[in-house]
């Protein structure tokens, strides 16, 4: 069974910052290329960063410079560093992967539960 665990949201100031971690079990996490998102209340789902197999990056128009997204293979995990907080970061952060399961040589895609940022003007 596939599970990804976001933590590390909370309550923050603008300017402000918070990391955000992506635990996964189940996956296999090398093999995966791993994304996050969020939805503020009201709209829709947004890709916010990728980072892929090897390592490289995207960010979402809005957020460049301000987020860094990294992973540790070993650790099976995903993690967003996010500075300057605006109040248009609002949101709930959910952790995307892409990969296959342990014992399977097909890809799906698998989401967490989702994380709130809420950040006070």
């Known amino acids: 069974q596939v599970q990804l665990v976001e933590s590390g949201g909370g309550l923050v100031q603008a300017g402000g910052s918070l990391r955000l971690s992506c635990a996964t079990s189940?996956?296999?996490?090398?093999?995966?290329?791993m994304a996050w998102y969020r939805q503020a209340p009201g709209k829709l789902r947004d890709l916010v960063a990728t980072?892929?197999?090897?390592?490289?990056?995207t960010y979402a128009d809005g957020v460049q410079g301000r987020l860094a997204v990294s992973r540790d293979d070993t650790r099976k995990t995903m993690y967003q560093q996010m500075n300057n907080l605006q109040p248009e970061d609002t949101a709930v952060y959910y952790c995307?992967?892409?990969?296959?399961?342990?014992?399977?040589?097909?890809?799906?895609?698998?989401w967490g539960q989702g994380t709130q940022v809420t950040v006070a003007s």
């Open positions: 980072i892929t197999i090897d390592g490289p990056t």
């Open positions: 995307s992967a892409n990969g296959p399961q342990y014992g399977s040589s097909n890809n799906r895609t698998y």
């Open positions: 189940g996956i296999r996490f090398i093999a995966s290329d």
